[in-house]
């Protein structure tokens, strides 16, 4: 399956911690998980999960999962961001 060029867009302009929290939910990630990798707070992950969901249009942790792995050009982005 192929992105369209505005999902690409849309992931392409992702913040870099953005980009590192949606590779965290793409492989499965709890909050604690992404709190404790990136040393942040757990009210911090939520606001930033809020954040990548309006910009990408996508809301909930396994829709992005999905829709990431069924988009290689998209998981292989993510996952050089790490």
Known sequence: MIATESELQAFTELPKYLKQIAACLAIGCTNQEISLAM??????????KTRLYEAVGIHGGLKLAVFIVRHPQIEKMLRESL
């Open 39 to 48: 040393s942040i707070s757990h009210t911090t992950v939520r606001a930033y």
